[in-house]
């Protein structure tokens, strides 16, 4: 049963054994709640609060449910002592009526007698020392309801009430429904947390509650845009939803309604003019609302200076106490706004009552709230005056103080409501709107307004020499858009360059643009292999990004930083650097936010590299649907490459070459060749340990990865997107058996990323030497390799690059553990840890075959494609005549496909070429 309905149930039930048959009885006991009452999920009230604290006060504007409310507070208390309910009215405005009404609705559900109302008494303290013994004579707790408290505001009767609240019987609970604020003296009560308080913001309801009024009586159900969109115009105001489901039945479409619904609408206006705004002569305090309905947020100060009155505080005040829909926007009550509805109905009314002060309203707003940097809101104030360049004024004036903050996001909404003759005639504003472009990959329009903005430059500078400094300063911001062009482009010599430019020319610029210089001369820097300062530059970014606090500046920094930290093997470092972002992202955004996205994904890169590979899922899981939506390369490599090796591991081949159709498509696209190419590598990897060599040569063609050995070396401006592509290169040339060249580059990008101290890189360049000695033979050359890697790749915990290798890694590494050199605990515990965990994959297989001697040569002769796709299927343990009827081949043509294959590995027996191709890495399990 829904909570409230419960609540009402149990209002009867409970209350039986209480009650005799007489009238005096029944009159102390609830209203009958409404049949279509709905359940209150979002009251977190109970038992033990409701019997803890000696008074409840629910204080909010009509309509918002507050004898709903004291109704589902009786059903709960019914059963737990007694109790006695007194709707009040104007009759109670008088202390003594009041009184005994108290007295006999207590002595009532103590189950006295009927006519044993009190006597004369003769002051409040005799009232006070009579409703004491009714309580404790009583044996139980009391508790008493008064509803619609706000006629006791002003009156004598309220003295009673005042001193109850400071010298409340023991045993006596007052629940207070008012839409006023009582003058009572509650501080002692809430400091010692005896007090349960319910405000407007308690009693709104929850989008589900709003939707189900509206659903009542329907036999349509309360979903759709349109209705969820009117729903939400209420603002969880249960009112103002009972009126809009009357106008739904009348009405029958809500999305024609939505097209004229307002709070100026009538049904809402006569309850807003009969319930709610000042009534007899306060004409002032009228005035005073409407004059402020204007602002969508408003301050003592601010009304002040909008209205000209000096006592704007006190009618501030005044009105907020006596329920006029004004709720607080802070904790310190220093911003206040309406209800959105109210404030339409206000409004209107100032259009029809007051329609010219209507723009000088809005000029002193506008003066006020600029002067304050409230933007937004002044911003507002200047289009509804429709004077847009005014408005552009204001949102340039906001650009120079806080270009590159999250501000920016809100500058460029509001920048979308001028016309673009406006906004080219402010550089500022074309700057921070290319510069999102740039996050966003529109290049072609970033370049545009930069341009723009160049030539708008150069007519300012002839027109107005007096603004040189101001001019200075945005040609500044011009080189720093040139610069966030190469950045989010990935031309990364042109990043570098601009941005020693910038540090070292533009010092005016403020600390998040300062900040920026930083961050992409390390993301630069770091795409170069140049990584001996980039603790410094890491440094450097987060001191300008985290004052006064963390940002989203911040979190753009750190997607740069960590990578960088696992470039250079610092897993760790890492870790706690996208961890902490993401943290700050959630925060300020929302989980699984693009925002969140920018950390996220590298760092379930990094999860995966560890074999924390639940982790990684969820990472990758919950913020894999914004990988192309904004942000940086870095993120898209991460999360396309981390998909695919996942993808694998749980046998779903091919969606794992989908996610390379999807990645690649999207990086010829936007003409990303860093993306394309580590890609490409990773799907050459795949292809290879498929058995397709001539499916692998092809993607190397279409990817133009073609050419001689010295083509891939590392030389000049060589960036990790040239380093892709000799990986892509190498492991073709070696599957084809062009050891030799593939050995050459191998050999030169190992030296040059292990001089560059770029940890991840050089255990890869390790693994692939490895692989090249074990197919020439020189096995223990491939073994000093691979133990030089797991040195290195140990303190990161670099598990999965040797666990992706395949079989071939596994033999060579227990041969590795056992070989002769000197002892390195680190190492070889994470040699350990390696085997072990080649050890638990599911396809190891049980018994391992043994090999003669001399097997241990290199691979006498490329395997061609057939040859490959022979050796796979006698490895699934295929006969020749199956492997024939598969692929169309003769029984007779295979046997020579596989004399071929034994000549080529070295060894005569079909089990023993097998477990030869796996050490070798031809084949996969």
């Avoid at 003295?159 to 008012?178: D, Y």
């Avoid at 760092?603 to 939506?629: F, G, K, T």
Wanted: with cysteine; net charge negative; proline share 4%.
């Amino acid at each position: 049963m829904p909570a409230v309905q419960y609540a009402a149930a149990h209002s009867v039930q409970g209350a039986a054994p209480q009650q005799s048959s007489q009238p005096e009885a029944r009159r102390w006991q609830p209203p009958a709640l409404h049949r279509s009452a709905i359940a209150r999920s979002t009251l977190h009230i109970g038992l033990p609060e409701l019997t803890h604290a000696p008074v409840t006060m629910v204080r909010a504007p009509a309509g918002f449910g507050k004898t709903t409310v004291l109704l589902h507070f009786h059903g709960i208390l019914a059963e737990h002592g007694a109790t006695a309910w007194i709707t009040l009215n104007d009759t109670h405005r008088d202390l003594t009526h009041l009184y005994i009404c108290m007295a006999s609705a207590i002595a009532s559900a103590c189950g006295a007698p009927p006519g044993a109302a009190p006597g004369k008494v003769f002051n409040i303290e005799s009232m006070l020392a009579h409703l004491t013994v009714l309580v404790e004579s009583a044996g139980r707790d009391v508790h008493l309801f008064l509803d619609d408290a706000q006629v006791l505001s002003g009156s004598e009767a309220l003295q009673l009430l005042e001193l109850l609240a400071k010298r409340l019987p023991a045993g006596l609970h007052v629940l207070i429904a008012t839409r006023v604020q009582l003058m009572l003296p509650l501080a002692r009560l809430r400091q010692s947390k005896l007090l349960v308080e319910l405000g407007m913001h308690d009693l709104s309801m929850a989008p589900d509650e709003a939707l189900a009024v509206l659903g009542e009586g329907s036999d349509r159900p309360a979903t759709g845009g349109a209705l969820e969109v009117l729903a939400r115009r209420c603002a969880g105001w249960a009112g103002g939803l009972v009126l809009l489901q009357q106008m739904l039945r009348n009405e029958g479409d809500a999305s024609r309604l939505l097209g004229y619904f307002s709070g100026a609408n009538r049904r809402f206006a006569e309850f807003f003019e009969e319930e709610v705004m000042p009534v007899g002569g306060d004409t002032g305090k009228r005035d005073f609302l409407l004059q402020i309905s204007i602002l969508a947020r408003f301050s003592p100060a601010l009304c002040e200076a909008v209205t000209g009155r000096a006592d704007s505080r006190a009618l501030l005040a005044e009105c907020e106490a006596a329920g006029c829909f004004i709720r607080p926007l802070d904790e310190g009550q220093t911003w206040f706004a309406f209800h959105p509805l109210f404030a339409e109905f206000l409004q209107r009314q100032l259009h029809d009552e007051q329609e010219a002060l209507t723009r000088d309203l809005h000029e002193r707003a506008c003066a006020w709230l600029l002067a304050h940097r409230h933007y937004v809101d002044a911003f507002d104030h200047a289009v509804a005056l429709g004077d847009l360049m005014r408005a552009a004024q204001i949102l340039d004036d906001w650009c120079n103080r806080e270009f590159g903050t999250s501000a920016s996001v809100e500058i460029i909404t509001l920048a979308a409501q001028l016309p673009e003759e406006i906004k080219t005639c402010f550089p500022r504003i074309m700057l921070i709107e290319a510069w999102r472009r740039d996050v966003f990959w529109q290049f072609d329009g970033s370049r545009e307004l930069v341009e723009l903005s160049r030539k708008r430059l150069r007519q300012m500078a002839s027109e107005n020499p007096d603004r040189s400094e101001d001019i200075a300063e945005m040609q500044g911001l011009l080189v720093h858009g040139e610069m966030m062009i190469a950045c989010c482009s990935d031309d990364m010599p042109r990043t570098e360059e601009l941005a020693h430019v910038l540090i070292r020319d533009y010092e005016r610029a403020n600390l998040h643009v300062r900040g920026s210089f930083y961050t992409s001369l390390l993301y630069a820097q770091r795409e170069q292999y140049k990584l001996q300062d980039i603790d410094l530059l890491s440094r450097l970014g987060r001191s300008h990004y985290h004052r006064p606090g963390k940002g989203l500046t911040s979190i753009f920094h750190e997607a740069i930083v960590g990578p960088s930290h696992f470039m250079m093997g610092r897993t760790e470092v890492a870790i706690h650097s996208l961890s902490d972002a993401l943290e700050t992202a959630e925060t300020l955004t929302e989980p699984g936010s693009m925002v969140a996205a920018l950390v996220a994904l590298p760092l379930s890169e990094i999860y995966y590299e560890r074999n924390e590979l639940d982790r990684a899922r969820e990472l990758l899981d919950a913020h894999l649907a914004h990988v192309s939506a904004h942000g940086f390369i870095d993120q898209m490599i991460a999360a396309w490459l981390t998909q695919m090796k996942l993808l694998r591991l749980d046998g779903k081949i091919t969606e794992a070459y989908r996610v390379v159709d999807t990645a690649t498509t999207f990086a010829r696209e936007h003409g990303f060749d860093r993306i394309r190419f580590w890609i490409t590598a990773g799907h050459i990897k795949m292809l290879l340990g498929d058995g397709q060599i001539d499916e692998a040569a092809r993607a190397c063609r279409n990817q133009g990865i073609v050419g001689v050995a010295k083509q891939f070396m590392p030389g000049g401006s060589v960036t990790t997107r040239d380093e892709a592509r000799a990986l892509a290169w190498v492991r073709l040339a070696l599957a084809e058996n062009r050891i030799a060249d593939s050995m050459s580059v191998a050999k030169q990008w190992h030296g040059f990323v292990q001089a560059a101290g770029a940890i991840r890189n050089q255990i890869r360049w390790d693994i692939i030497l490895a692989h090249g000695f074990m197919l020439s033979g020189e096995r223990l050359a491939a073994q000093r390799a691979l133990r030089r890697g797991i040195a290195i790749g140990a303190s990161g915990r670099f598990v999965r690059t040797f666990l992706d290798e395949g079989a071939w890694i596994e033999t060579l590494l227990e041969d590795s553990v056992g070989a002769p050199g000197p002892v390195d605990l680190p190492r070889d515990a994470f040699a350990a840890e390696l085997l072990q965990a080649f050890a638990q994959r599911s396809n190891r297989p049980t018994i391992r075959v043994e090999l003669p001697p001399e097997s241990g040569t290199g691979v006498y002769g490329a395997l061609g494609a057939r040859e490959l796709e022979i050796l796979r299927l006698m490895g699934t343990g295929l006969l020749n005549r199956e492997i024939g009827d598969k692929l169309g081949m003769t029984e007779g043509s295979v046997k020579w496909y596989v004399q071929q294959i034994y000549d080529k590995v070295g060894v005569r027996r079909r089990a023993q070429v097998v477990e030869r191709a796996y050490q070798l890495g031809l084949i996969n399990r």
